[in-house]
């Protein structure tokens, strides 16, 4: 079998990285996931008044607020995926291109932590 990469890539070492696949698979993973997360919450919601009590009364339950912290890390941990990839195709500098992504992953992982917080904060009447 021959490389069929050029003599340049060899000697960068450029070449296959050997984690696009895996990625690509958490990605659509995350999207098939977050199908019936965001319908469940969709159509709970929906059939609620909205009021505040009531509202509170909702996340109160111990399966609802499980299902809303499964539906935040979903959304945000495919959010940095998705990300990931666009800040790897449409920014050429890898430096900014490095803390672009170190920073959408930041940024993703504190806006999760508060929702999180804030489930639980309701969930435990705090």
């Known amino acids: 079998m021959s490389d069929l990469r050029t003599p340049l890539s060899r000697v960068k070492g450029l070449g296959s990285a ?9 990605q659509r993973l995350t999207a098939l996931a977050l199908i019936p997360l965001v319908l469940w919450f ?9 009021d505040y009590e009531t509202l509170t009364g909702f996340i109160q339950h111990p399966a609802v607020a499980v299902g809303l912290i ?3 890390i979903m959304v945000f941990y495919h959010a ?3 990300l990931q990839i666009v800040l790897e195709d449409y920014v050429s500098s890898h430096a900014k291109r490095t803390v672009a992504i170190i920073l959408s992953g930041f940024a993703c992982l504190v806006f ?5 917080v804030a489930v ?3 969930l435990l009447g705090a």
Do not use: N, R, V
Not at 18 to 26: A, E
């Open 18 to 26: 050997k984690d696009g696949t895996s990625h690509f698979w958490h």
């Open 42 to 50: 969709g159509f709970g919601l929906a059939s609620l008044p909205s």
């Open 70 to 72: 499964l539906l935040i």
């Open 80 to 82: 940095q995926l998705g």
């Open 112 to 116: 999760a932590l508060i929702g999180i």
């Open 120 to 122: 639980l904060k309701i």
